[in-house]
Nanobody, 119 residues
């Protein structure tokens, strides 16, 4: 299973970005898909997750500004980020959990995509 993320970049405060992450491989199903971020000099933290049934969970710091969604047919998860501020600057990582393949069930991390918000 491979994860390909895209959509990061440089944006001014108040702007928007949309991240996407697609899982590819011999995948039967994916339960939870999500986004995490690691700001410079800090630990990785949860941003948002979404289950196969559409249930969502957000970090308090992004509630009302970010929206997570997914396309199950494409094994793709999206993160719409609005009203960005410099504190959102981080490397953003997608994660897929309870991924069922022929070889079993496990979680996978994608490579980070950098989001930089200038003031």
């Amino acid at each position: 299973v491979q994860l390909q993320a895209s959509g990061g970049g440089l944006v001014q405060a108040g702007g928007s970005l949309r991240l996407s992450c697609t899982a590819s491989g011999s995948i039967f199903s994916i339960n939870t898909m999500g986004w995490y971020r690691q700001p410079p000099g800090r630990q990785r933290e949860l941003v948002a997750t979404i289950t196969s049934g559409g249930g969502t969970n957000y970090a308090d710091s992004v509630k009302g500004r970010f929206i997570i969604s997914r396309d199950n047919a494409k094994n793709t998860v999206y993160l719409q980020m609005d009203s960005l501020n410099p504190e959102d600057t981080a490397a953003y990582y997608c994660k897929v959990e309870d991924v069922r393949t022929f070889w079993g069930t496990k979680a996978y991390w994608g490579r980070g995509t950098l989001v930089t918000v200038s003031s």
